[in-house]
Each structure stands twice: as structure tokens, then as C-alpha cells.
């Protein structure tokens, strides 16, 4: 099984920019849909980005396209999570999660592995 370990979390002015890092280990990231959660306090997890597992295709919750973008490094056997124009809304703790489901999935169940969460605070 993949093991996952989340970096890169801060604190940052609203318009400001971060880059999350989720490093895996045990397995290589080419097996799993690799994905990104995050829960803001009082609310449940919910989903911001996907990549399939074969690098070619993204998703993004509608609250985060067009500033969140999603990339991979498999070398590094890392994925990341590049964050521009942050609003307050966008702060959360931040998950990275690992799917072997069929197809890339919004549903945090169907994801069998979990990171650690980063904090993210963005202020106005």
C-alpha cells in the first residue's frame, strides 16, 4: 500500500499563492487517481482536484478552477497542489488521497489511502 505525507501549508494574505506537496512512498502514484480534500471548520470533507492516474486528465471543484491547479512529478512520486489567488473561503485543512477505483472520483470514500492534513489560512 501507498503511504502519503502532505507539505507545503501556511498562512497567506487573500490573492496570495501556495503549493501543496503530497509524497508517497511504498508504491508508485501511476497506480492511484490522486487526490485533493479539504475540510473547513464546522463543514465535511469536500473535494477540489483529481488526477487520473494516467497524468492525462484533471478535475476541479468549481470553487477552485481556474485558480487551483493539480500536477504530478513521478520521479519525486509526488503530487502537488498549486494554489493561486487564495480567498478566505479557501481555508481548510488540506488532505491528499490516493484512489484505485475504475475512474477519478469526487467521493472521499471511494479513496483508500489518506495524508495527513496541512493547515491552509488565508487572510483577508
Known amino acids: 500500500q501507498v503511504q502519503l505525507v502532505v507539505s507545503g501549508g501556511g498562512l497567506v494574505q487573500a490573492g496570495g499563492s501556495l503549493r501543496l506537496s503530497c509524497a508517497a512512498s511504498?508504491?508508485?502514484?501511476?497506480?492511484?487517481?490522486m487526490g485533493w480534500f479539504r475540510r473547513a471548520p464546522g463543514k465535511g470533507r469536500e473535494f477540489v482536484a483529481v488526477?487520473?492516474?494516467?497524468?492525462?486528465?484533471?478535475y476541479f471543484a468549481d470553487s477552485v478552477k481556474g485558480r487551483f491547479a493539480i500536477s504530478r512529478d513521478i520521479a519525486r512520486n509526488t503530487v502537488y497542489l498549486q494554489m493561486d489567488s487564495l480567498k478566505p473561503d479557501d481555508t481548510a485543512l488540506y488532505y491528499c488521497?490516493?484512489?484505485?477505483?475504475?475512474?477519478?472520483?469526487?467521493?472521499?470514500?471511494?479513496?483508500?489511502?489518506w495524508g495527513q492534513g496541512t493547515q491552509v489560512t488565508v487572510s483577508s
Open positions: 488521497a490516493a484512489s484505485e477505483a475504475p475512474a477519478p472520483n469526487y467521493d472521499p470514500v471511494r479513496y483508500e489511502y
Open positions: 511504498g508504491r508508485t502514484i501511476l497506480n492511484y487517481h
Open positions: 488526477i487520473h492516474r494516467s497524468g492525462g486528465t484533471t
